[in-house]
């Protein structure tokens, strides 16, 4: 069973510009997680999907937005990206509102802003 | 709260050795209560989870133990090999919340 995928693996973008991060969750999961972790620090919490709907976000700025798709994948976008959006951005999945478990991560997506 | 993303504790041992690594967790209501370990450039692993109704699990070199009184979960990995090195991650969740609230970590360092 295939587990939590991200893409792209690395990234490299400059200040202004925006960059968009995909996630594929573990079939049956509904939930969709993101989070950053700059290097050698810890997760912040950036965003929830569960079902279509964004139903939580951390204490990022409004540039920082994603969706949910039908299918249960999601994409985070960050527009007019700084230097210290620089991090590895990590996508969970679990099963969701009813879920009693563990979060599966991703292998995460490393974002370079030049 | 969440993660504040402060600068990881460090914690070193010898090979061979037992490592025990400490979580405060925040909120008392929380009943379930993992431990991830993320090697350099990956994503966190599932390593063990316990639930507020054990104060003790076993796993495969890997212990964890759970004292709701004061709100302390640890992670205790026998005769520790080159290949934990890496942070360890504790995570608290209550019953019907979406939320995961993960400590800020500690890295493990093997010396061989």
């Known amino acids: 069973e295939a587990g939590v995928t991200q893409s792209p693996t690395h990234l490299i973008k400059t200040r202004g510009q925006q960059a968009t991060l995909r996630c594929s969750p573990i079939s049956g999961h509904t939930s969709v997680y993101w989070y950053q972790q700059a290097l050698g620090l810890g997760l912040q919490f950036l965003l929830w999907?569960?079902?279509?709907?964004?139903?939580n976000r951390g204490n990022f700025p409004p540039r920082f937005s994603g969706r949910q798709f039908p299918n249960y994948s999601s994409e985070l976008n960050v527009n007019a990206l700084e230097l210290e959006d620089s991090a590895l951005y990590l996508c969970?999945?679990?099963?969701?509102?009813?879920?009693?478990?563990?979060?599966?991560f991703g292998e995460g997506s490393r974002l370079t802003v030049l | 709260g969440e993660s504040v993303g402060l600068h990881l504790p460090t914690l070193s041992v010898q090979e061979g050795d037992n490592s025990i690594i400490n979580c405060a967790y925040s909120n008392s209501a929380s009943d379930y209560f993992i431990w991830y370990k993320q090697e350099s450039g990956k994503g966190p692993q599932f390593i063990i989870d316990i639930r507020s109704n054990m104060d003790k699990r076993q796993g495969q070199r890997v212990t964890v133990l759970l004292n709701k009184t004061v709100k302390h979960l640890s992670l205790q990995i026998a005769a520790t090999q080159p290949g934990d090195s890496a942070v360890y991650f504790c995570?608290?969740?209550?019953?019907?919340?979406?939320?995961?609230?993960f400590g800020t970590g500690t890295r493990l360092k093997v010396l061989a």
């Open positions: 969970a999945s679990s099963f969701g509102l009813t879920n009693t478990g563990e979060l599966f």
């Open positions: 999907y569960d079902e279509g709907e964004e139903r």
């Open positions: 995570a608290e969740k209550g019953t019907g919340t979406y939320k995961y609230i």
